[in-house]
């Protein structure tokens, strides 16, 4: 099975946070979970990776090829949703759609709108008129559009109610099983337990374990990722 991501020694440097030699693999076709409490360095691993960021040092390859050397290439092949995201709120989808699809030479209208009725979006709406079930959706829709092979999703279920994100998570796992490989960040655990085919966990900048699952949960001793998480994160409290 081949890569679709590959991290060696990444480093960024801040002056009160620093993410030391983080390195995993993703493989292709799969669904990557990215956990780690709030301030472990998700997002900052994330936005290194895609160089929003200028990382300190490491090594990032997507597709076998390194970020540094074919950037525009790489990022027409993969899909990025923030959390919290808000697209202009007085423009209808449409409008931005229209702007979207300027900067990717792929992009497929056929798959656009296949898209948007399966996820039943209406273009003519506003982002302010959506849930945020329904901004993940329409994130996921300009992704798909522009033929992206990876999707990066920054806590996409946080926030949402247990009918929406359960929706969420069968959509990644059909896309999944139509060859889409999918890295998401999240603190929910129980979204993992459901369709996560490898963990990564990063506690303080550094990545604890990185395995398929079941052999993560071996390595951890057993028992729920909730329960994982909980004993990884345990700290003797002193007052």
């Not at 525009?72 to 989808?93: C, F, H, R, S, V």
């Not at 699809?101 to 979006?121: C, G, H, I, Q, V």
Request: charged share 30%.
């Amino acid at each position: 099975m081949s890569s679709v991501l590959e991290i060696t020694n990444l480093c960024k440097k801040y002056p009160s946070f620093e993410l030391k030699d983080v390195s995993f693999t993703m493989n292709e076709g799969s669904i990557m979970g990215f956990i780690g409490r709030n301030g472990a360095g998700k997002t900052t691993t994330i936005k290194s990776i895609l160089n929003f960021v200028h990382p300190s040092s490491g090594s990032i390859k997507f597709f076998g090829k390194e970020m540094s050397e074919n950037e525009d290439e790489i990022k027409q092949l993969t899909g990025y949703a923030p959390g919290g995201i808000n697209y202009y709120p007085m423009k209808t989808l449409k409008k931005i759609t229209k702007i979207t699809k300027s900067f990717y030479p792929e992009w497929n209208d056929e798959l656009y709108r296949k898209y948007m009725t399966a996820f039943k979006l209406d273009e003519n709406k506003k982002p302010k008129e959506l849930s945020e079930g329904m901004k993940v959706k329409y994130n996921l829709v300009l992704a798909l559009s522009h033929g992206a092979k990876l999707l990066i999703l920054d806590e996409p279920t946080s926030g949402l109610d247990p009918v929406s994100r359960d929706e969420l998570l069968t959509i990644f796992e059909k896309l999944r099983d139509k060859g889409t490989s999918i890295l998401f960040s999240t603190h929910i655990t129980s979204d993992l337990e459901k369709c996560a085919d490898s963990i990564t966990y990063i506690k303080q900048g550094q990545i604890v374990d990185s395995a398929e699952k079941e052999d993560f949960i071996r390595n951890q001793g057993g028992g729920t990722l909730e329960e994982i998480m909980v004993h990884l994160e345990k700290e003797e409290i002193n007052i």
